[in-house]
C-alpha cells in the first residue's frame, strides 16, 4: 500500500526566501507524482505534474523534481512572496490505479512580510 | 476549456438525515471521476472513482455511497448521516489516457 509523507509539517519564512518542500512514497512504482496548493476552505490547484520517466518540472517560480529510485520528490519555490502562503500537497498516482492518488499530509507554509 | 462544478458549498446536517452531493464537468467527455474526503487533521482520502457511466469502485467500506447517471455527472450519497461523515469532500476529474488530475472547490459538510 502506498504511503506519502510530507515534511516539515509547517514552515515559516520570511518574505524573499528560497525554499524546499518534501515528500517521500514508500512505493516506487508510481505512475506520476503532482503537487497540488490549496488556499483555506478551498478546493486543490495543480501546480506541477511529473511523469514517472522525468526528473522534474518547473513552472514560474516553482521547480518541482523526482527520484522514483528514493522515493522522493521536491518543491522548490524561489524568491517567495506573502501570495504564496497555503498548504502544499503532493499526490503520487500508482503505475495500474486508473488515476488513483495517494496525498500526503501536506505542509502549511507560512510567509511574512 | 474544462471546468468542474461542486454544490454546494457549505452543508450543516441532523445525524441521520440523507446526503446528496452533486459533481459536474464540462468541456470533456468520459472522463474519470473521483470523490475524496478530507477530514480534521487528516489527508485525502479517496472514496470513489468512476471510469464511466455506472460503473462505481469504492476505496473503503463506509456510510456513503456514489452513483453516476451520466457522463459527466458524479453524485455522492447516504441514507443516514452519521457524525463521522463530517469533512471536506472534493470532486475530482481526470481524461481518459491523461495523467493529470483536476479538483473542484469542495463542499464542507458538517453533521449536527
Known amino acids: 500500500k502506498q504511503e506519502v509523507t510530507q515534511i516539515p509539517a509547517a514552515l515559516s519564512v520570511p518574505e524573499g526566501e528560497n525554499l524546499v518542500l518534501n515528500c517521500s512514497f514508500t512505493d516506487s512504482a508510481i505512475y506520476n507524482l503532482q503537487w497540488f496548493r490549496q488556499d483555506p476552505g478551498k478546493g486543490l490547484t495543480s501546480l506541477l505534474l511529473i511523469q514517472s520517466s522525468q526528473r522534474e518540472q518547473t513552472s514560474g517560480r516553482l521547480n518541482a523534481s523526482l527520484d522514483k529510485s528514493s522515493g522522493r520528490s521536491t518543491l522548490y519555490i524561489a524568491a517567495s512572496q506573502p501570495g504564496d502562503s497555503a498548504t502544499y500537497l503532493c499526490a503520487a498516482a500508482g503505475g495500474t490505479s486508473y488515476g488513483k492518488l495517494t496525498f500526503g499530509q501536506g505542509t502549511i507554509l507560512t510567509v511574512h512580510p | 476549456s474544462q471546468t468542474i462544478h461542486q454544490w454546494p458549498a457549505t452543508l450543516v446536517q441532523p445525524v441521520g438525515s440523507p446526503l446528496s452531493l452533486e459533481c459536474t464537468v464540462e468541456g470533456t467527455s468520459n472522463p474519470n471521476l473521483y470523490w475524496y474526503r478530507q477530514a480534521a487533521g487528516r489527508g485525502l482520502q479517496l472514496l470513489f472513482y468512476?471510469?464511466?457511466?455506472?460503473?462505481i469502485s469504492s476505496e473503503v467500506p463506509q456510510n456513503l455511497s456514489a452513483s453516476r447517471p451520466q457522463d459527466r455527472q458524479f453524485i455522492l450519497s447516504s441514507k443516514k448521516l452519521l457524525l463521522s461523515d463530517s469533512g471536506f469532500y472534493l470532486c475530482a476529474w481526470r481524461t481518459t489516457g491523461s495523467t493529470e488530475a483536476f479538483f473542484g472547490q469542495g463542499t464542507r459538510l458538517t453533521v449536527v
Open positions: 468512476s471510469v464511466g457511466i455506472g460503473q
